[in-house]
């Protein structure tokens, strides 16, 4: 006899909502190309389902951290090539260049190696050169560009179709941002004298709200793809929500007044308390800084406050004031009343944590 077990908690996902989202971006930089960025798992939304959908929308590439997401792509069957926004290692160039994915180069050496294997398989070779003008992670130093771009324009199986950068501080520090695209721009004018560049990009969610850049002309949503303004914009309003994460009530008691609630004993009651065990944890990607900081749940058209510490599959919450809530019901712990900026907020993080957070032990259910 086959047994199953109905989900203790699970992730709802709107396919459409994100082909909206990326709709709106396309509305807001009109004639600028489209790179939805989609790595750790589509922002905890699901790689492959989010890339399906997106595949035929006319973008140019998607963007995803490593040569392994780029894999998965391929795998997949997506056809949008794949552009891998990190360094690559040395085992992984082969496979690159054989799979003609997309990826930056950041030193002469890399390219050179990507000439070697390119030339090896007899092909050509496209790629984007990194430059850093403020985010310290990859890319040539703008006083290097000179030197390395004669250096690798003279490798006859690589073409440089690209200048790509990435804004540190464009939600933060609007002076820095501003120099910074002036420094992006020298450097697209020092590259243009020695290669065709199709493709100028910068901006991620942020800097595609808050700036005009000019000399770009593709652009890498992210956060707001998943219906989420990383800054004020006219377009708050018109972002759709993408995710639900939703949990059941396993089991409800009545707990007497002075009585610890989950470990550490940070939590006591004081009052008789209707305590409901709900099936989400940090081993589901729940974040244990939520413990003691106000993170609430609905549940029945109720905010219900959760209660001590998340502890590692469960969560408690009061609810006293639940009229007819039994195990089994449904709690929303991010949704439509309970948006994912207020749960990064109480637990001190970043929204792009809580979402990418989401482990791989919750369901995703595609809508």
């Known amino acids: 006899m086959n047994y199953e077990s109905p989900s203790r908690a699970w992730v709802d996902v709107d396919l459409e909502a994100i082909a909206h989202n990326l709709d709106i971006a396309r509305q807001a930089l009109p004639g600028t190309a489209l790179m939805p960025v989609i790595k750790a798992g589509a922002y905890g939304h699901g790689l492959e389902p989010v890339a399906r959908r997106l595949d035929n929308d006319g973008i140019a590439f998607f963007g995803v951290a490593n040569a392994g997401e780029a894999r998965r792509l391929t795998r997949a069957g997506v056809r949008t090539t794949p552009f891998i926004l990190g360094p690559s290692f040395p085992e992984e160039r082969e496979e690159i260049v054989a799979n003609d994915w997309c990826c930056t180069l950041s030193t002469v050496e890399e390219a050179a190696h990507f000439q070697s294997l390119a030339a090896a398989a007899e092909k050509e070779f496209v790629c984007h050169f990194a430059v850093d003008t403020g985010m310290g992670r990859e890319g040539f130093l703008p006083e290097q560009l000179g030197e390395a771009a004669a250096?690798?324009?003279?490798?006859?199986?690589?073409?440089?179709?690209?200048v790509m950068s990435h804004f540190?501080?464009?939600?933060?520090d609007v002076p820095f941002t501003q120099q910074e695209i002036g420094l992006f721009t020298d450097c697209v004018n020092t590259l243009s004298s020695h290669f065709d560049l199709r493709y100028r990009h910068i901006a991620a969610s942020a800097g595609e709200l808050g700036y005009e850049i000019p000399v770009a002309n593709l652009a890498r949503p992210g956060l707001l793809l998943y219906g989420i303004a990383p800054m004020a914009s006219i377009y708050d309003g018109v972002l759709k929500p993408t995710l639900r994460l939703s949990s059941r009530i396993s089991l409800i008691r009545e707990l007497p007044a002075g009585h610890g609630v989950a470990y550490g004993r940070t939590y006591i009651t004081d009052r008789p308390t209707?305590?409901?065990t709900i099936g989400i944890g940090y081993a589901d990607g729940w974040n244990r800084r939520l413990s003691g900081q106000g993170a609430r749940l609905y549940i029945n058209g109720c905010y219900c406050p959760m209660l001590g510490r998340v502890t590692m599959d469960q969560i408690m919450a009061d609810v006293t004031?639940?009229?007819?809530?039994?195990?089994?019901d449904i709690a929303e712990l991010i949704g439509e009343h309970i948006p994912a900026t207020e749960v990064a907020e109480k637990a001190g993080t970043i929204v792009w944590e809580i979402l990418t957070g989401l482990g791989p032990r919750l369901p995703r259910l595609y809508h």
Do not use: F, S, T, W
């Open 151 to 162: 250096a690798v324009a003279a490798m006859p199986n690589l073409r440089v179709e690209g």
């Open 168 to 172: 540190p501080a464009a939600d933060e």
């Open 274 to 276: 209707k305590v409901a």
């Open 321 to 328: 004031d639940v009229p007819e809530v039994q195990p089994g």
